[in-house]
Each structure stands twice: as structure tokens, then as C-alpha cells.
């Protein structure tokens, strides 16, 4: 038996946007964006993933992939 209790922090979204307004007349802004999912899991736990399958017990497997998004929006 091992203490499976943990806090996963899951989704993080970072962004700004730049106002244009002036300084070019075809385009109102530009915005900046990150996103970060499964971003760290706080736990003492030893296997790769504290969350237990379908039937309450742990059965290894593999460990949730952390997934960096960054992005560019231009508004016209």
C-alpha cells in the first residue's frame, strides 16, 4: 500500500496582446499565447502517474506527456 494523494497542476495559458492602432493601418493587434498542459504533479508517490485506472487499482503504465502550445494571433 503507498498514500496515492496528489495535486496535479493540469493547464496553464499565458498571453498579450500588442494594440496596433497607429503604427499600421491594416491591423488592429497582434497577441502572444503560450499554453501548457499537465504542466507538474506535486506527489510522493513512486509510480509514473498517481491517478488509479477504472477499477481503483494502480496498473503502471505510461506517464501523462506534457504538451507546450505557443501562437500568434494578428486581428485585422
Known amino acids: 500500500m503507498e498514500d496515492g494523494t496528489f495535486i496535479r497542476i493540469q493547464t496553464v495559458s499565458l498571453g498579450y ?30 509510480g509514473y502517474d498517481p491517478e488509479v485506472g477504472a477499477n481503483g487499482i494502480y496498473s503502471g503504465g505510461y506517464p501523462r506527456l506534457r504538451k507546450w502550445t505557443f501562437g500568434i494571433d494578428f486581428n485585422f
Open 17 to 46: 496582446t500588442i494594440p496596433l492602432r497607429k503604427s499600421l493601418r491594416f491591423m488592429d493587434s497582434i497577441r502572444l499565447y503560450t499554453n501548457v498542459d499537465n504542466l507538474f504533479t506535486f506527489t510522493k508517490f513512486k
